[in-house]
């Protein structure tokens, strides 16, 4: 009987039950995250859309109305299991890494809308899933090989850092989207400011009509105002929030002018020409590495193609030769 070849099929067989596993765990998360925005518009139709009352001189019989139930099988069974052991698992996330990583995901926008012990649970998960592929890499400890334990090491090496690739991924996003929209938006507020409105209108009317980030930004921060937060504290909210260094240095000018009694409109018209010609820059600096990144897709993929062409017809009057 050949054990190798027993060895070798069991190996594929397991590692494909634990790929089909992370597949499944992955689409059960993506059609939990559709169900909950589902729910979400639903529950905002009912607060609109309601059942008329029936006037209070009609007396109708009681009746016994039997508890509906929400939710599909699959969402009230696995979903439910599945978010029951993730809780399980974040509620042994130290506070001050569950600070810092909530933090994070504020500056990425939540995707997916997670928080840090949910972040923390899913990361184990992935870890261990590592973990679990490094060692059916090196399941024979008789005859372990240093390849393999290389292997190993890389696969949970990037199963570690992988979550928090995406979720850098995700913040650098968000910030370039905020960075590259925040000059219109300088230049709504200076048009809206130069008509008459007042600073928090203009933010108000952007808020209304933008639905990006940035918009939803501004929106947050009329909110907050309107609950009675002083605007220098809603705003430096907002900058906490992004982190993005050009919006931090915009709003510092606008609590500086707001301090020593500037026009509004002035402060705005000048930084958003500002932000167009750093934006310009920076497109020009992207601009300018090109060149640096396309060297190696050129070397990889194009010089050896030239090298075909140049010399392919020369190889059989060269093995001719000798």
Known sequence: MNFDLIDTNLFFILLGVIVAILVIGLAIYVIFTWLKMANRISTRLDQFVATEIQPASISTPSQIIPREISGSLFSRTIISWFNKFLYFIERFTPEKMAIDMEHKLTIAGNPANLHAGKFYAIRFLVFLAGIILAFLVNRDFKDINKISVLYG??????????????????????????????????????????????????????????????????????????????????????????????????????????????????????????????????????????????????????????????????????????
């Open 153 to 322: 090491i890389l696969v949970i090496g990037i199963c570690l850092v992988l979550p928090v690739v995406w979720l850098k991924r995700h913040v650098r996003s968000r910030q370039d989207e905020i960075r590259r929209g925040l000059p219109d938006a300088l230049d709504m507020l200076s048009v809206c400011a130069s008509a008459g409105l007042g600073f928090d209108q203009s933010m108000q009317k952007i808020s209304n009509y933008w639905d990006t980030d940035l918009g939803l930004e501004f929106k947050r921060v009329t909110q907050e105002m309107e609950m009675g937060v002083s605007r220098a504290i809603a705003l430096k909210n907002m900058s906490n929030r992004l982190e993005v260094n050009d919006l931090s240095q915009f709003i510092s000018i606008i609590i500086q002018a707001e301090k020593i009694g500037m026009s509004y409109a002035e402060v705005i018209h000048s930084q958003s020409l500002q932000l167009r010609v750093l934006r310009q820059l920076r497109a020009r600096e992207i601009a300018n590495q090109l060149p640096g990144k396309i060297i190696i897709p050129v070397i990889l993929f194009i010089f050896p193609a030239l090298i075909a062409v140049i010399l392919g017809p020369a190889i059989p009057i060269i093995m001719d030769v000798f």
